[in-house]
């Protein structure tokens, strides 16, 4: 079983739509980043977060430590938030290292 | 303040070829971290270099390597080229120190191995 475990793996919506990707992990953490990567490859980091919530624009991540649980959500969902989201954990043992989920597909249809 | 800059962006190498990619962290960051994309594997890391020095490393052969110069610029070689090296390859920088810091991203460098 992975670290970090990420649903859906596939997501499509109509614009406008409220979303929200999950992120489950096993192992304790110093912090948790969520990342955005589009067709061509380079990764945006969007939340980094170790409690409770981060609102940026239309995107809020939040985040469960005694869960083990964040989730990232896109409000009023547009055909240019299209793109892969990436839920990537720091292990409290493992220094800076990243270790990522697989990556959820969204499409935003217009 | 520029942003992460990884050179060349694409390149083709044969089997048995070695390769050198290059990394710019932003002004002031001192954590250059190094992560590999695969369709199968997904995003692993490979290495990470603060000051100088490797600090934390991945499970990746020894055919991987890296170095961090005095001014925060990262090299990581490949050496006998595989078909599964064949990958994005990502750096990563942030300001580094004791407690973790957000990671920045460069654009990647497309890595093909015929």
């Known amino acids: 079983k992975n670290e970090v475990e990420q649903s859906p793996q596939n997501l499509t919506a109509q614009e406008g739509e409220f979303i929200t990707i999950n992120c489950s992990y096993s192992v304790g953490i110093s912090a948790l980043h969520w990342l955005q990567q589009h067709p061509g490859g380079g990764i945006v980091s969007l939340f980094m977060?170790?409690?409770g919530k981060k609102k940026h624009g239309r995107l809020i991540a939040t985040i469960n430590i005694q869960e083990k649980h964040s989730s990232l959500h896109i409000t009023a969902s547009h055909p240019r938030d299209s793109a892969v989201y990436i839920c990537a954990v720091v292990r409290r043992t493992s220094g800076s290292r990243l270790t990522f989920g697989e990556g959820t597909q969204l499409t935003v249809n217009p | 303040k520029a942003g992460v800059t990884q050179t060349p962006r694409y390149l083709i190498k044969t089997r048995g070829q070695q390769v050198t990619l290059s990394c710019s962290p932003i002004?002031?960051?001192?954590?250059v971290s190094w992560y590999q994309q695969t369709p199968g594997q997904g995003l692993q890391f490979l290495f990470e270099y603060f000051s100088e020095t490797q600090r934390n490393k991945g499970n990746f052969p020894g055919r991987f390597s890296g170095r961090q110069f005095s001014n925060s610029r990262s090299e990581m070689n490949v050496s006998t080229l595989e078909l599964g090296d064949s990958a994005l390859y990502l750096c990563?920088?942030?300001?580094?120190?004791?407690?973790?810091?957000?990671?920045?991203f460069g654009p990647g460098t497309r890595l093909t191995v015929l």
């Open positions: 990563a920088s942030s300001l580094g120190g004791e407690s973790f810091n957000e990671q920045f």
């Open positions: 002004s002031g960051h001192r954590s």
């Open positions: 977060l170790s409690s």
